[in-house]
């Protein structure tokens, strides 16, 4: 039962104050957007922070409810991921990870890389350019504005890693870190 204490201390050595790990669903998702949000409000956190930090984790959680590679049960779990807000005295950390197919890497790293590129001003140009070009949803419901669009509200760039598991599949992490200070401004 050790385990227990070590993951308590890895979460507060690491401002975790909240952490969800299994199959995510929408009713899931109005869950844990529920307990952050209640967490927030215990902190007396500015409604700003709270509306950014409140509009990346839909975005975040949407992401891995809508592309997350299935696989079958033998192989990895079933739709298992992770999610992960953490708190410290300047920022917030949304974390989440994911397994992916190894041949969706390239593109998703491409993407991913474009969007840190821009500044504010690029990630709003290419947010408008997105929706004027876009042809509708993806096959999987989105319109790929989900990255752009936390980035933008968190003005940082965006964190990410590819961890192979196998052959086939990787762990994708997403980490958006916003700050908790009124400067930038925001959108």
């Known amino acids: ?35 952050a949000e209640r967490n927030m409000d215990s902190f007396g956190e500015q409604s700003t922070v709270k509306r950014k930090v409140f509009n990346i984790m839909v975005e975040s959680l949407q992401n891995i409810c809508k592309h997350s590679d299935s696989f079958q049960q033998e192989i990895y779990g079933k739709n298992n991921a992770i999610f992960m807000i ?35 001003n690029g990630l709003k140009m290419h947010y408008k350019d997105i929706i004027k070009n876009s042809t509708g949803l993806s ?16 003005e940082n760039p965006l964190v990410f890693d590819f961890e192979p598991i196998n052959n086939d599949i990787a762990f994708f992490s ?13 959108e």
């Open 174 to 186: 997403l980490k958006v870190v916003i700050s908790r200070s009124q400067e930038g401004g925001g």
């Open 139 to 154: 096959s999987k419901g989105g319109a790929g504005l989900g990255f752009v669009d936390m980035a933008r509200k968190s």
């Open 1 to 35: 039962m050790k385990y227990i204490y070590d993951l308590h201390k890895t979460m507060i050595a690491q401002n975790l104050i909240l952490v969800y790990e299994g199959e995510f669903t929408q009713e899931i998702t109005k869950s844990v957007l529920a307990m």
């Open 86 to 120: 953490g708190k410290s005295d300047d920022a917030y950390l949304i974390t989440s990870g994911n397994p992916i197919l190894l041949d969706r890497i390239s593109d998703l790293e491409a993407k991913l890389k474009f969007i840190n590129t821009l500044d504010k």
